[in-house]
């Protein structure tokens, strides 16, 4: 694989997960001044998602059309001219069309990427290289909330998301640089992919698209949700970018010592190894609301992503070796559209949840899908490891 190449690949990825986190704390703010209920400010959050997944499931259809490289610089100039709207955003519905015109811009961006990486990566290591696109994609989001907060103090809220503008037409000129035309995924090039009937009637791709829901639900409700309890327990806006900015950065610096041990590993036992960490992370959720300070949930934001850390290399290097037996372009469109619908559920359910029975019952409720999500996976997994699709 072309270092240069991949680099850029990651800078891309990076720059496209910034947006995601990017509001997380100034939430509690904006939900005050715009007078936002629950529903609306999960709608703020969930509304980057969805438009996201759209455009995910769009992207192999138009990159098909346009090509790869094309789709991905037009995704990148589009998600940074968006960042400077942002502070002109004077109501609850602006605000919520900038984050759904910045999510689908992101949709067009992360489906190329990983496409392009899943197609070079080397036979016998795709758990270490995935586990590097994820390390990534898990700093962009950590990023958002740790440098908005940051540049908030230094500049003032206006000067966070020009430094944004400025960072996505940089990756913007990497890809422009250093990603050839030439590399197209297989499947762009007009190789079949498996129908999609068929696809889902295998049991363990339905545990795959299952996880990959329910582990984005710990890290969305992390970044949405985990802000607002820390304002109940009066901790402050630098102490709540310093929490999320530390579950999403253990989940990314843990990615490639994980994505090692997946690759040294069966392709039977990734699978414990992603239910291993999905109990893990769902045990740190239902723990949320017994944090009474900045140190405990501190401990607990670390668990959620020490959860992700352990089951996402794992998770990726399957998806990954599905991807080579079903058409990795069409395969990797429906993968990230799943992982992107956990935080278009937690959002939204979350955001009902609060206005209705409170705040401590979204993080009881969450984890108790997770949970259950996890239960059903290893029944799938169990019941049917013999028809493997990958093996």
Known sequence: MNKKTFCALLLAAFSSMLGLGIISPFLPRMADELHASGFWLGTIFSGFVITR?????????????????????????LYAVTFPFYPFAGSIYSLTLVRLVHGFASGLV????????????????????????????????????????LFNSLLGFTAVFYAMLFLGLGACAAALCFVPAADTPK?????????????????????????AIIRTLGSAVLMSFVPLHAVKIHISVSEIGIIIFAGLLTAALLQIPFGRFADRISKFQKLYQILGGSFFGTFALFCVPFCTGFTGLLTTGVAIGLGTAISVPALMSVAVLIGHKTGMSFWMGIFTASLSSGFVIAPLTSGVVMDTLGLDNVFYIIASVSLLGTLL???????????????
Do not use: W
């Open 53 to 77: 997944m759209a455009a995910t499931l769009m992207s192999d259809f138009v990159s098909g059309k346009m090509g790869m490289k094309r789709l991905l610089v037009a995704g990148l100039i």
């Open 187 to 211: 499947e762009v090039q007009g190789a079949t992919h498996m129908p999609l009937r068929e696809l889902l009637s295998h049991d363990i791709v339905k545990a795959v698209l299952i996880i």
């Open 110 to 149: 992360l489906p190329v990427v990983i496409s392009f990486v899943g197609n070079l990566v080397q036979p016998g290591r795709e758990g270490t290289t995935m586990a590097t696109y994820n390390m990534i994609c898990y700093l962009g989001v950590a990023s958002g909330p740790f440098l908005g907060s």
């Open 377 to 391: 996976c290893t029944y799938y997994i169990r019941k049917r490891l013999k028809e493997y699709p990958v093996a």
